[in-house]
């Protein structure tokens, strides 16, 4: 588990344990799914959306 801090612009750093699993690199887009009030997020140039949308329809 890992914490971040929200600051006044909205903005996060998410931390280096989770940018190395999802293999984020400067630049990179990030994928944001809500799903009954939780949000998953995914490295967006390694999936497509029909993708994601199968991948997180399991977790239901």
């Known amino acids: 588990m890992e914490l ?3 600051t ?3 903005q996060i750093t998410i931390p280096l344990m989770i940018r190395n699993l999802l293999k984020l ?3 990179d887009k990030i ?3 809500e799903n009954s ?3 998953y997020i995914t ?3 390694n999936i497509t959306l029909s993708n994601v949308q199968n ?3 399991y977790l239901l």
Do not use: D, E, R
Request: aromatic fraction near 14%.
């Open 4 to 6: 971040a801090k929200l």
């Open 8 to 10: 006044s612009k909205g």
């Open 25 to 27: 690199k400067t630049g």
């Open 31 to 33: 994928f944001f799914v």
């Open 37 to 39: 009030g939780k949000v």
């Open 43 to 45: 490295n967006a140039s």
């Open 55 to 57: 991948q997180f329809h």
